[in-house]
C-alpha cells in the first residue's frame, strides 16, 4: 500500500520531526549503540497503518531489522508482560539505536492516528452488525491524509465513498441554491447531471425532503443522500423509493442512533466523525 503519494508524505513526516540529527541521543550515546524494541498496544482497538510504520523505520535505515507481527484490520489488546498476548505487540524492531528513536515519533503517529480511525469506524460498523446497512466515510479528511484515512476505514469494515471531486456526481445543497438563483429547478439539475456525464458516473441527490425526493426520483436519480432527516420522513422516503434507489443518511448520526437509522432499510449512514473526530489509539514503543 506504500504508493509514490504515501512515500512522499512519509518523507515529508521525517524532514519535520528530523531536519538534522537528534541532538538529545547524539549527546548521551556512542554510534554504536544497538537496541531491541517493539511496538505494543496500550489499549484495545483495530490496527490500521502496519506498513507506513514499517516503512518510516526503514526510510530511515535501511539497516534496521523491522518485523512486521500483525497485519491491518487486527483486532488489538493491551499489552500484558506477564501474558504477552500476540494481539498486543505490533512489530519488532533491531538495530541502531539512533536509528530506532529517530523513527519512534512519526512511526507512531501514523500508527496511532489510523489505528485510531479504524477503531473508530469498527465502532459504528459493530453497533449495525446484522443489518443492510453500510457505515461509510466522507471527504472530511486531513489534507494529504485521505488515501491512509479511507483505507483505515476499509480495513475495519467500512465503505469509501467519493475520493475526490471527479469519481462522482453529488448534487448538493449548494448547488441547489446556486440553481434556483439561475432558474433551475432541481429535476432540471438532475437531468442535466445525467446527460452531461457519462453513464459510469454515479449520479447522487442530496434531498432535505419529500418533495425533493420524489423531484429527484421522478427525473431520474438512483442515489439519493437524506440530510439530517428525523426517522419518520427517512421512512417515508424508503417507501417511496421501493427499491428502485440507493439511500444513504447523513447528518445528525451519532452512535446511540445508529441501530434506528438502520432499521429503516437505508443502504448506507455516511459518518464524517469517523476521519474528522477519531483520537489516537494508545500505541508505544518500549525497548527490550
Known amino acids: 500500500m506504500i504508493t509514490p503519494q504515501i512515500l512522499s508524505l ?36 483495530i490496527l490500521a497503518g502496519i506498513d507506513v510504520a514499517c516503512e518510516v523505520f526503514k526510510q530511515i535505515d535501511p539497516n534496521l531489522t523491522v518485523e512486521k507481527l500483525l497485519s491491518d484490520g487486527s483486532e488489538l489488546v493491551p499489552f500484558n508482560s506477564n501474558i504477552r498476548d500476540p494481539k498486543s505487540v505490533l512489530i519488532k524492531i533491531k538495530g541502531s539505536l539512533f536509528s530506532i528513536l529517530a523513527s519512534e515519533r512519526v512511526a507512531l503517529n501514523f500508527l496511532q492516528h489510523l489505528s485510531g480511525v479504524a477503531t473508530e469506524t ?32 476499509s480495513v475495519a469494515g467500512g465503505v469509501n465513498h467519493r475520493f475526490d471531486l471527479t469519481q462522482s456526481v453529488l448534487i448538493k445543497d449548494n448547488h441547489i441554491l446556486a440553481g434556483k438563483k439561475n432558474h433551475f429547478r432541481l429535476g432540471e439539475l438532475v437531468t442535466n447531471a445525467i446527460e452531461n456525464n457519462d453513464s459510469s458516473i454515479k449520479v447522487e441527490v442530496e434531498v432535505e425532503n ?3 425526493a420524489k423531484e429527484a426520483l421522478d427525473n431520474g436519480a438512483i442515489y439519493l443522500l437524506l440530510d439530517n432527516m428525523e426517522i419518520p420522513l427517512i421512512e417515508n422516503i424508503v417507501n417511496l423509493a421501493n427499491g428502485k434507489a440507493v439511500l444513504e443518511v447523513s447528518g445528525g448520526v451519532k452512535i446511540h442512533n445508529l441501530q434506528e437509522i438502520a432499521k429503516t432499510g437505508v443502504d448506507f449512514i455516511s459518518v464524517g466523525a469517523i476521519t474528522h473526530s477519531s483520537r ?3 500505541l508505544s514503543l518500549e525497548i527490550i
Open 10 to 45: 512519509i518523507k515529508m513526516a521525517i524532514s519535520e520531526d528530523l531536519p538534522g540529527e537528534d541532538i538529545t541521543t547524539r549527546s548521551l550515546f556512542g554510534a554504536d549503540s544497538y537496541i531491541q524494541a517493539e511496538i505494543v498496544a496500550k489499549e484495545s482497538g
Open 122 to 153: 469498527y465502532r459504528y460498523v459493530d453497533e449495525i452488525q446484522g443489518y443492510k446497512t453500510k457505515i461509510m466515510d466522507t471527504r472530511k479528511t486531513l489534507p494529504g491524509y485521505r488515501t491512509l484515512e479511507k483505507y483505515a476505514v
Open 210 to 212: 419529500l418533495e425533493q
Open 280 to 282: 489516537f489509539l494508545d
